[in-house]
């Protein structure tokens, strides 16, 4: 996700233990990323929890309706609202992409 306001990316473990989130902490962080085709290396910081709840409350304006929904229906959070979502700070990590 870009944060329009910031500018910054993240990646949100959109469904907590994910194998993906694992293997990066496995990897320290180092990472590569496939957008439109092109590979980029990139480290990948975990947020805190406190860190993540600003994050994960603008998901559900910036991400569409589609991952929202789809983590409200498997029980992840209660509702598409911003309050639900900061709710699941410490849940669901949340990963600042950095370049590498």
């Not at 910081?45 to 929202?68: K, Y």
């Amino acid at each position: 996700m870009l944060d329009h306001r910031t500018g910054e990316r993240y990646l949100l473990e959109g469904f907590p233990g994910a194998d993906w989130a694992r293997n990066v902490r496995a990897a320290e962080g180092r990472a590569q990323l496939s957008v439109g085709g092109e590979m980029s290396d990139v480290r990948l910081v975990e947020l805190s929890a406190d860190q993540a709840v600003p994050v994960l409350r603008a998901w559900p304006e910036l991400a569409g309706t589609d991952g929202p929904k789809m983590m409200k229906d498997a029980g992840v959070v209660d509702d598409v609202t911003p309050e639900a979502f900061a709710a699941a700070a410490g849940r669901c990590a949340v990963f600042r992409i950095d370049p590498r």
